[in-house]
């Protein structure tokens, strides 16, 4: 009998599941689930948990992402639905998807000797108060750095904060097909409160900005950098 050709479910089908972090691997029968990790930082009980799920629904191996992300590979479409309940179940999350802030990222500044903000702190916070925005151009990526050793690529980020004592933001980086360097806001902020007016209004200024699907640093080429520090130099 002559093997089908066609993959087993539809694209619509895979373009939901993407919505759910769940990710169709080559040949779109096998998919990756992508997990929230914010700043990097796992529990023990939830690596027991993200080993058990890897083994029971996946080949037993886990993937980690240039992001700190943790990424589930290799689990075949029929266990999708038990896996996804199983997840549910656990103490990990999926990972946000799509045209949003996505996990943040952040280095051990809390704890490394050269740190001068509590970065992982930091990110916690930036997740609960930015983790919720949707419906942006594209997707949107932080990362918060606890000196100016930069490991956790700031100036690589839509938006990346670079701890100097005080917070040091940049714009519009990223990686990628067209790589873009931040641009450093040229003032630097005190307070966390101003810190988060910042980043709001950077949100805003991109969500208002934003041609569909175009980057945060396309924006800036597009519209100019000036522009957008008009609209923040007052929140300094
Ligand atoms: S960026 Fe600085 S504080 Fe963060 S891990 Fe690197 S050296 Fe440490």
């Not at 919505?19 to 691997?25: H, Q, T």
């Not at 873009?180 to 007016?197: A, T």
């Not at 640093?217 to 008009?230: C, F, H, P, S, Y």
């Amino acid at each position: 009998m002559q093997k089908s050709t066609q993959p087993p479910i539809s694209d619509q089908e895979i373009a939901k599941l993407k919505e759910s972090a769940l990710f169709s691997e080559k040949g779109k029968t096998k998919f990756s689930s992508r997990l929230l990790v914010i700043g990097g930082l796992l529990t023990a009980e939830q690596l027991r948990e993200i080993a058990k799920l890897a083994s029971r629904y996946g080949d037993g191996s886990v993937h980690l992402t240039t992001r700190q992300g943790v990424e589930i590979p290799h689990i075949p479409y029929e266990k999708l639905n038990l896996f996804q309940r199983a997840l549910e179940k656990s103490s990990v999350k999926p990972a946000q998807s799509g045209k949003c802030v996505r996990a943040i990222t952040a280095c051990p500044g809390s704890y490394c000797k050269f740190g001068t903000i509590d970065t992982q702190q930091l990110a916690k916070e930036l997740f609960k108060k930015f983790g919720k925005r949707k419906n942006l151009p594209h997707k949107f990526k932080i990362a918060v750095s606890g000196c100016r050793h930069c490991c956790s690529k700031p100036h690589e980020n839509d938006l990346g904060v670079m701890g100097i004592g005080k917070f040091a933001v940049f714009v519009g980086g990223m990686a990628g097909k067209t790589p873009r360097w931040g641009d450093k806001l040229p003032f630097e902020i005190k307070e966390k409160s101003k810190l988060f007016n910042i980043v709001n209004a950077v949100i805003n200024w991109y969500e208002k900005n934003g041609n569909d699907k175009e980057r945060f640093g396309a924006t800036i080429e597009r519209v100019g950098l000036a522009n957008l520090i008009d609209e923040l130099s007052p929140l300094q």
